[in-house]
């Protein structure tokens, strides 16, 4: 963790980390969010549950910076980072996975560690190779010990078979000990075992990180979450503690209802 | 999985044999081969070089690569020469003339390479031709820097006069360019640029300035292309704007292609095949005879380039790499073979995407 954010006033759990206020979405005539509000306070886990299509992932884009929104306001830490450039964003301590995982297939899995490093210390702009660079990539390959990649350091991510990618996403994102880490359905496509690796990582992140997770799979939700939000068609649809969301009708009819069906 | 230091010890290992055979050959070879043959290679193997820089690095197809060759070989001309009919005659003394090239190169492809930084792919293809277009222009109607019959009697600096000094910095340029972009590629800023190259939106998301990356790699290819611009007008002893048209900048990139686009030694392999061609086709016995007459050249050339396109993508350093790999492969466990295959068709899939 960075010591100059310790002055941010979201730090004492009063102000909320991420603050999302009436936030709107458009792609061309589609409302992907309809005014959607948010918060997350200082070391919460919640967790966003909604059907498919019901903008989750782009309520991450928006927080992220990857989409400015049509309408609305976005703060990280009581800052207003609603038409912030994503590439400033990792400053303020925000770190993301995506749905699909996006790593840098030509590159080893040290390397793409390495760059998610050295993008939130901005150590990237000299062409040459520094005791800070060689200090950063065993940082990097310690982070790819942490997420069970320990043998795969100098493997081309192009040829990592999709759980080891979610890992490496995964690895990237905590690289950076982010105070904010967003994470787009990470246990999508993991066998069970990997899954039991990912909750036991989750649960091991240090206590005052904020965490919003999107996630199909209910037992992972649950066992991370101390509140959750469902969203269906753009809108908050109920928010509360894993218990009451079980509980709430509206949630089984939207959601919980064809999952069980499903599974 | 890479096979990191044999493969490491297998490139030093060749290419310290390359340098010194390269640098014995004048010894041996005729004074033709090396002051015309080698040393157009070298020259245009480094130009050819920044387009694989860029287009392995940075993912960015430029055709604008000529084009800054030939701008400091105009600058270097204008700024060299004291009196003459056309262009600025500054009268620097020769080493001035040099930074004064350079530096006008680099400002140029700075200035060109941020215009461009928010394209990709073909957009950047389209658009790096259009500075090709626009550079010859300039050169050719401006006629305080050129006008078209460009500028003549340029003189090199006296440490170069004798001609095979000139083999000498070719060589000594594409050495260290070649040694400097391989390094490069493990530099913080290296693989940031390859991070924008696989993926410029999770760069961003990382910190990263993608733009900022892209503009700062075109500047380096543009500068690079410089020397060996400079190399080629010192060679020439004159430079014209058809010399820096579309059809030259179009040789450029098929050099590039045909030694292979992501191999640096390509880029000089590919050149000595090019210079090679068009130097002895005309020599060879009877070849007119099968109709290959002078006027023919290019389409002959053509049907080489296309020969080599169709056996391998990957250009003639390709074909030598993957001879190497079987090599190599004969001598390994067989599932560290089927381990590598399966990550090529990996990588293969996620080309197509
Ligand atoms: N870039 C885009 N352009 C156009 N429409 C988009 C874009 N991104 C998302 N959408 C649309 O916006 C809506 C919300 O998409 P979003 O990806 O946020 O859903 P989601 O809740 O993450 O769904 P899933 O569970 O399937 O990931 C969908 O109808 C989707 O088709
Ligand atoms: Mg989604």
């Known amino acids: 963790m960075t010591d100059d954010h310790s002055t941010d006033p979201g730090r004492n759990g009063a102000a909320p980390v991420v603050l999302v206020r009436s936030v709107q979405v458009a792609f061309g005539g589609l409302l992907a969010l309809r005014g959607i509000d948010l918060d997350a306070a200082q070391g919460e886990r919640l967790a966003i549950l909604g059907p498919n299509g019901a903008g989750k992932t782009t309520l991450f884009n928006v927080i992220a910076g990857d989409i400015t929104p049509t309408g609305g306001s976005v703060a990280i830490k009581g800052v207003d980072c609603t038409r912030l450039p994503s590439r400033r964003r990792p400053r303020l301590g925000v770190a993301r996975t995506y749905q699909k995982a996006r790593t840098f297939e030509g590159l080893t899995v040290a390397d793409n560690i390495y760059l998610a490093l050295a993008g939130h210390r901005r150590r990237h702009r000299v062409p040459w190779r520094t005791a800070a660079d060689r200090a950063l990539r065993a940082e990097a390959e310690g982070v790819a010990e942490s997420v069970w990649l320990g043998d795969h350091i100098e493997t081309d991510a192009g040829e990592l078979a999709h759980g080891q990618k979610r890992q490496l996403e995964l690895g990237m994102a905590i690289a950076t000990e982010p105070d904010v880490l967003m994470l787009d359905e990470p246990a999508s496509g993991l066998s069970r075992g990997e899954r039991e690796h990912l909750v036991d990582l989750l649960e091991a992140l240090p206590e005052k990180v904020t965490v919003l997770l999107i996630e199909h799979d209910m037992e992972v939700a649950f066992r991370i979450a101390d509140r959750v939000v469902v969203m269906a068609d753009g809108e908050t649809v109920t928010a509360g503690t894993p218990e009451a969301v079980r509980s709430d009708p509206r949630v089984h009819e939207i959601y919980l209802g064809s999952e069980a069906e499903t599974s | ?353």
Do not use: C
């Open chain 2, 1 to 353: 999985m890479r096979t990191g230091s044999s493969m490491l010890n297998w490139r030093a290992a060749s290419l310290a044999l390359a340098v010194v055979v390269l640098a014995a050959l004048p010894t041996v070879a005729s004074a033709f081969f090396i002051n015309f043959v080698m040393t157009q290679t070298l020259m245009m193997g480094l130009a050819a070089a920044t387009i694989v820089f860029l287009a392995k690095y940075g993912g960015m197809v430029s055709l604008a690569q000529f084009l800054f060759f030939g701008v400091a070989g105009f600058m270097y001309g204008n700024a060299a020469l004291e009196v003459g009919s056309r262009g600025l005659n500054l009268g620097l003394p020769p080493w001035t003339a040099v930074g004064f090239a350079l530096i006008v190169t680099t400002v140029a492809a700075f200035l060109l390479g941020a215009l461009a930084s928010r394209t990709t792919g073909l957009y950047y293809l389209m658009l790096t031709m259009v500075y090709a277009v626009i550079g010859y222009f300039v050169f050719a109607q401006v006629t305080e820097i050129s006008g078209p019959s460009g500028i003549t009697s340029i003189e090199r600096p006296d440490e170069l006069a004798a001609p095979v000094s000139l083999y000498y910095t070719a060589l000594a340029l594409s050495v260290l360019a070649y040694i400097g972009f391989r390094a490069l590629g493990r530099t913080a800023f290296g693989l940031a640029l390859q991070g924008v190259r696989d993926d410029p939106v999770r760069m961003a998301s990382l910190g990263f300035n993608v733009p900022l990356h892209r503009t700062l790699a075109f500047t380096l290819g543009g500068f690079v292309a410089g020397l060996g611009g400079l190399v080629n007008v010192w060679w020439n002893g004159q430079i014209d704007p058809a010399s820096i048209g579309i059809g030259p900048t179009l040789v450029l990139l098929i050099i590039a292609v045909i030694g292979g686009v992501s191999y640096f030694e390509g880029a000089w392999l590919g050149a000595f095949v090019y210079v090679a061609m068009f130097t002895y086709l005309r020599d060879l016995p009877l070849v007119d005879r099968i109709g290959i007459t002078e006027a023919r050249f290019n389409t002959v050339i053509g049907v080489v380039v296309l020969l080599i396109m169709v056996l391998s993508p990957q250009g003639l350093a390709g074909i030598a790499d993957r001879f190497r790999r079987r090599l190599s492969d004969r001598r390994r466990p067989v599932a560290e073979t089927s381990d590598r295959s399966e990550g090529a068709s990996h990588r293969a899939q996620s080309i197509d995407k």
